[in-house]
Nanobody, 118 residues
Framework: QEQLVESGGGLAQLGGSLRLSCTAS??????????MSWYRQAPGLKRELVST????????NYLRSVQARFTISRDNANNSVYLRMNHLKPEDTAVYFC?????????WGQGIQVTVSS
């Protein structure tokens, strides 16, 4: 059974850093054949796409607000994708979700809370 599990969230101070991890299991071929993404959802707001790392090795940040602060990366050998978040701001507070889409199905992790205090 396909599964995504996030870890690494928690509380950070303004200007601090966190690294989120997402470990995949149950996917035929592992994440090497998957495009992996991070989304986030703040209270009362829609879920938004933060960053994507394609199976071809291209990393894209979709939010202007995280440019130069967030970096997505992957380790295919460990079936893991990461989101390094630097210079955190209170507006980064949200539940962060790991995602992949394959065979017409969307797969989500359970989500992990990131809270940035000022």
């Amino acid at each position: 059974q396909e599964q995504l599990v996030e870890s690494g969230g928690g509380l950070a101070q303004l200007g601090g850093s966190l690294r989120l991890s997402c470990t995949a299991s149950g996917f035929t071929g592992g994440i090497s054949v998957l495009t992996m993404s991070w989304y986030r959802q703040a209270p009362g707001l829609k879920r938004e796409l933060v960053s994507t790392h394609t199976k071809f090795g291209h990393a894209v940040n979709y939010l202007r607000s995280v440019q130069a602060r967030f970096t997505i990366s992957r380790d295919n050998a460990n079936n893991s994708v990461y989101l390094r978040m630097n210079h955190l701001k209170p507006e980064d507070t949200a539940v962060y979700f790991c995602n992949t889409f394959i065979n017409a199905s969307n797969y989500w992790g359970q989500g992990i809370q990131v809270t940035v205090s000022s």
